[in-house]
């Protein structure tokens, strides 16, 4: 059981525009900075969002973030088939003092 | 540029102690900022924060991991090393050691590549 929540699955169509949700508590999402990462199959995760809303250097400007309260999305516009990966949100627990992931989100490209 | 990479053995037996080296380069775990984290992955599931070192030798652990890790620097070698006690076969898992730094509010910028460890007897 992870203490930040995602949906285990979500899909779309090439084009489209998805979004992912974490959601989570005060000690965390509520209080810290949300980052966002993409695994691609077989492959170490990438960090794809930081700070809650950051594109590193490199990273489209498909990939977006948004935190409000104890909850943060990640949206993707302009769906591509390389897209489809695991995505996780992750941020500090104040209370537990130490990192938290979500349990990650498998993203399928129909 | 930054890369890092992990070592250690692929198996190991129920009850012994894990060690894992993380070798990096493009930065120095001396510079104000700068830290190196661990996290695992195991099959199919995701992934879970193990342990973190800073540049000013703090070093945070997973609460429920925390009585059998110990995490150390060499500065020196660029390395930084994580041990395991107790080892267990829920423990098997992919091993990541990232790269994390201020300017990003610490997250874990780069990752290596990932070593993975199989308990058992």
């Known amino acids: 059981q992870s203490v930040l929540t995602q949906p285990p699955s979500a899909s779309g169509t090439p084009g489209q525009r998805v979004t992912i949700s974490c959601s989570g508590s005060?000690?965390?999402?509520?209080?810290?900075?949300v980052n966002w990462y993409q695994q691609l199959p077989e492959t170490a995760p990438t960090l794809l969002i930081h700070?809650?809303?950051q594109r590193p250097s490199g990273v489209p400007d498909r990939f977006s973030g948004s935190k409000s309260g104890t909850s943060a999305s990640l949206a993707i516009s302009g769906l591509q088939s390389e897209d489809e990966a695991d995505y996780y949100c992750a941020a500090w627990d104040d209370s537990l003092k130490g990192w938290v992931f979500g349990g990650g989100t498998k993203l399928t490209v129909l | 540029q930054i890369t890092l990479k992990e070592s250690g053995p692929t198996l190991v037996k129920p009850t012994q102690t894990l060690t894992l080296t993380c070798t990096f380069s493009g930065f120095s775990l001396s510079t104000t900022g700068v830290g190196v984290g661990w996290i695992r992955q195991p099959p199919g599931k995701a992934l879970e924060w193990l342990a973190l070192i800073y540049w000013d030798d703090d070093k945070p652990y997973s609460p429920s991991l925390k009585s059998r890790l110990t995490i150390t620097k060499d500065t020196s070698k660029n390395q930084v090393v994580l041990t395991m006690t107790n080892m267990d076969p829920v423990d098997t898992a992919t091993y990541y050691c990232?790269?994390?730094?201020?300017?990003?509010?610490?997250?874990?910028?780069?990752w290596g590549q990932g070593t993975m460890v199989t308990v058992s007897s």
């Open positions: 700070s809650n809303n």
């Open positions: 990232a790269h994390t730094e201020q300017l990003k509010n610490y997250a874990f910028d780069i």
């Open positions: 005060s000690s965390n999402i509520g209080s810290q900075t």
